[in-house]
């Protein structure tokens, strides 16, 4: 003997609500199961220690007086570096462009030319 499909659904929603699950008779993947999960967050930061003062904060602590950060510098001097040399190629870029204009013009030029004395 068989018992009817809407029974037994009654039942998932007595079930479901007796030891608060949620009522999916469809099965639908609802993520539920990662959601009731504890937070690993917490875990987590108390893993890391606690960050320690940097220069940068110590400057900005006390702006009266003066810091020497030779990290900082270091990385500020690459950068300045970066841009030159970037600024260089661009240049050299633009350069070679003219001059290959200018051979194109003076081989345009001189086809000119000799098709002028023929």
Same mark, same amino acid.
């Given at each position: 003997?068989?018992?009817? !499909?809407?029974?037994?659904?009654? $039942? ?10 949620? *009522?999916? @008779?469809?099965? #639908? !993947?609802?993520?539920?199961?990662? $959601? ?10 108390? *893993?890391? @220690?606690?960050? #320690? ?66």
């Amino acid at each position: 003997m068989a018992v009817p !499909r809407s029974r037994l659904l009654e $039942l998932m929603k007595v079930q479901c609500r007796i030891f608060s699950t949620t *009522y999916n @008779p469809e099965g #639908v !993947r609802t993520g539920n199961k990662i $959601l009731r999960q504890r937070l690993r967050g917490p875990a987590l930061a108390s *893993y890391y @220690p606690r960050r #320690v003062v940097t220069l940068k904060d110590l400057a900005a602590a006390f702006p009266d007086l003066e810091f020497y950060d030779e990290d900082e510098e270091d990385r500020l001097e690459s950068i300045q570096v970066y841009v030159w040399f970037a600024s260089v190629a661009a240049c050299q870029d633009i350069h070679a462009n003219l001059c290959r204009q200018c051979q194109i013009e003076r081989k345009r030029c001189t086809q000119e030319e000799e098709e002028r004395r023929r």
